[in-house]
């Protein structure tokens, strides 16, 4: 049974950082799409960062590029993301989620993941 648990979400001001990680069991986390989404209060999910466990390859929104890097250690099976130069957009709640896939070309669609985490706050003041 596929299990993520996210942490590390908290408040903090424009700025700031703040690291997530999201611990993943229950599957042998090879040819997966892992990925980083979030959904602010009254709008769709959005996909934040998608990584290909099997060779690594990164694919970031628009708005994070530069800021946000997503990152994973295959042996603690643990999916990470770092967040610099945090905005109030970046308000939201972030979920850890992960897809068997067979291409490095993941899924930009929250639809397309059928195991999530339980999400973690992150809040960014001005």
């Known amino acids: 049974q596929v299990q993520l648990v996210e942490s590390g979400g908290g408040s903090v001001q424009a700025g700031g950082s703040l690291r997530l990680s999201c611990a993943a069991s229950?599957?042998?986390?090879?040819?997966?799409?892992m990925g980083w989404f979030r959904q602010a209060a009254g709008k769709e999910r959005e996909r934040v960062a998608t990584?290909?466990?099997?060779?690594?390859?990164?694919y970031y929104a628009d708005s994070v590029k530069g800021r946000f890097t997503i990152s994973q250690d295959n042996a603690k099976k643990t999916l990470y993301l770092q967040m610099n130069s945090l905005k109030p957009d970046d308000t939201a709640m972030y979920y850890c989620?992960?897809?068997?896939?067979?291409?490095?070309?993941?899924?930009?669609?929250?639809?397309?993941?059928?195991?999530w985490g339980q999400g973690t706050q992150v809040t960014v003041s001005s």
């Open positions: 229950g599957f042998t986390y090879s040819n997966y799409c």
């Open positions: 989620a992960a897809e068997r896939w067979y291409s490095p070309s993941c899924s930009l669609h929250y639809y397309d993941y059928s195991h």
């Open positions: 990584i290909y466990t099997g060779d690594g390859i990164t």
